[in-house]
């Protein structure tokens, strides 16, 4: 080791804990002498080989969970990006020199994402606490104390687990109901006024951050006009899908008696201020005018819409910007902007959830979309909404919902 350079592959071999780098695929990538001591398992057993081929789950107790537990907290973390703790989990552990014979352990796991230059998980750090001597304690002068702790701490441990089952089932029924309810207030609708639209709603990974985007897409009073928003509600699960079909009914009616997206907006803050959940909530909204081609926007709070020309170049509106609704004490009038366009154009809305990453300037994420969309700007609007999503969001599925609306002009 050259002076003053730090040694780290030897600090990770002598970390006291039981330390495991895994590949996002649930390879072991290296263990440190501590695990592979009080796994019983030697390198050439761990290194390069799949976890649950090293750790199995018994096979003769059908109602073991300890590596299903596993298995969703290193997903988990894969596609969040996000590190987890798990509760104390119970393992039995396949005894290496005696094959079929299973030895109970109980492990406290800490699961945490490695990123790479790029952003995206490279490796997992897998620690754990060995604690079964706590549970399983044996024998000495102390053992009856042992055993009355053993009971305790292995009573605690089972409820921990059954409480975490049971929220977990509470979270997976709250997010279906929430996005039946969501699906069925969100419109369907692929044309409007003579023009061709695509839509999509994507839901963010895991049960958190779900529900709280919309969009719309309404026919206007009065000339050949139509109207295009989306938003964003802060919150998620049932509570962030109520508040979000109130904004978006609440704005879709306001569009169709205002003079313009900017007093549609001053009516939507105005209602959002008596509507619970739905303070700091954004939305932004387009008025086209088909006969005049022009585009006059208004946003609250939100990432600006995109227009992309037919000749390729790519122009954000963000001429009209101003915070979330509900965020003054006293509302004052909104700005609007507006732009013109040529036949063959397309107007594309979307909610955060499509650009923003952790540890990412929004910026970022804005010139990766102007890219996409200025290379794939010839293909039809439900094949683009597809080349989109799909070299936007992370493989596993992004941790925020993503709305996106593509409008041909």
Not at 150 to 173: D, F, G, I, S, V
């Amino acid at each position: 080791m050259t002076e003053g350079a730090i040694d780290y592959a030897g600090v990770f071999q002598a970390l006291p804990g039981m330390v495991a780098l895994l590949t996002p695929d649930l390879l072991f990538a290296d263990a440190n002498e501590e695990f592979l001591r009080v796994a019983g398992r030697t390198r050439e057993q761990v290194v390069g080989r799949y976890l649950f081929d090293v750790f199995p789950d018994n096979p003769n107790d059908p109602t073991a969970s300890g590596m299903r537990n596993l298995a969703a907290s290193l997903t988990r973390v894969v596609a969040t990006g996000e590190r987890d703790a798990m509760a104390l989990q119970r393992y039995d552990v396949e005894n290496p020199d005696r094959p079929g014979e299973w030895e109970e352990r109980y492990w406290s796991p800490v699961n945490a994402p490695v990123f790479g230059a790029d952003g995206k998980v490279v490796l997992l750090v897998h620690r754990i606490e060995e604690v079964t001597e706590l549970i399983r304690a044996r024998g000495g002068p102390t053992g009856s104390r042992s055993r009355v702790l053993e009971a305790e701490l292995y009573t605690r441990a089972r409820e921990l687990q059954e409480l975490n089952e049971r929220l977990r089932q509470a979270h997976a029924r709250e997010r279906e109901v929430a996005l039946a309810l969501q699906k069925a207030m969100l419109p369907a609708r692929r044309q409007v006024g003579h023009y061709r639209a695509a839509v999509r709603y994507r839901p963010a990974v895991g049960a958190l951050n779900v529900c709280g985007d919309w969009y719309d897409l309404v026919d206007l009073v009065g000339g050949n006009r139509i109207g295009v928003a989306v938003g964003d509600v802060v919150g998620h699960g049932l509570d962030a899908a109520g508040v979000m079909g109130q904004l978006r009914s609440a704005l879709s009616a306001a569009s169709r008696v205002a003079a313009g997206p900017a007093e549609a907006l001053n009516v939507l803050g105005r209602y959002a201020h008596v509507v619970d959940g739905a303070e700091s909530a954004t939305a932004v909204t387009t008025f086209i005018d088909c006969d005049r081609r022009t585009i006059t926007y208004s946003s609250a709070g939100h990432p600006p819409p995109v227009l992309v020309h037919p000749d390729g170049r790519v122009e954000f509106l963000d001429r009209a910007t101003d915070p979330p609704l509900d965020a003054r004490p006293d509302p004052i009038p909104r700005p609007e902007a507006s732009t013109t366009y040529r036949d063959g154009a397309t107007l594309v809305l979307y909610t955060d959830g499509l650009v923003e990453r952790r540890r990412e300037d929004i910026d970022t994420g804005l010139a990766r979309l102007a890219d996409s969309l200025a290379r794939h700007r010839d293909e039809d609007p439900e094949s683009l909404a597809d080349a989109v999503l799909l070299e936007l969001l992370p493989p596993g599925g992004a941790t925020d919902d993503t709305a996106l609306v593509i409008v041909r002009l």
